[in-house]
């Protein structure tokens, strides 16, 4: 897999360890960016920095690629992109700062992920989901050009607003 990709306006890249710093500043201490994500905010930088350790080695052992998403034009840390292969499909999920929403920055390294993975021989469906009340995500996926395939009932534990399973738009792109 490539280690860097290119967009108009973005680079995405494997993390690198000093990352933490701007991980942990930008989004991952941030209970409101955090809300849907599978996992609670981080308590310090020193569990942001084994979050980055443990991206690093997923990519040594290839079970997951998490890229962090830098602006081209300054080099800011503004969110991670990552995706994990599962046989003939892959599942993506991501994260952009607060201050980058809106601008269309996580459509545009959607889009470019959803071409880079469809082309791959092997993959015939990329895949991510959302929370049914995650409004914005939901417009990025369709912003993408993935096609909202339905509700899953009570799929996925998004922590910070409930440890019950929620609700969950499954979106696709195949070819």
């Known amino acids: 897999m490539e280690e860097t990709i290119s967009t108009i306006r973005l680079l995405l890249r494997k993390p690198e360890i000093h990352d933490h710093t701007a991980v942990y500043e930008h989004w991952a201490r941030e209970p409101e960016i955090t809300k849907y994500l599978t996992w609670k ?3 310090s930088p020193e569990e942001t920095r084994s979050f980055i350790q443990q991206c690093i080695k997923d990519w040594e052992n290839e079970t997951r690629f998490p890229f962090v998403i830098c602006l081209k034009s300054t080099k800011e840390v503004v969110g991670m992109i990552e995706f994990r292969i599962d046989n003939f499909k892959a599942e993506i999920g991501y994260v952009l700062c607060k201050n980058y929403q809106g601008h269309g920055y996580m459509t545009e390294a959607l889009k470019k992920m959803l071409d880079l993975l469809l082309s791959q021989e092997k993959i015939y469906r990329v895949q991510a989901y959302c929370d049914i009340e995650n409004t914005g995500s939901f417009r990025v996926m369709e912003k993408a050009g993935m ?8 799929f996925a534990i998004h922590p910070n607003i409930s440890d019950k399973p929620r609700d969950c738009y499954m979106f696709s792109k195949t070819k």
Request: aromatic residues 0%.
């Open 41 to 43: 905010p981080h308590k």
């Open 147 to 154: 096609k909202c395939e339905g509700i899953l009932s009570r």
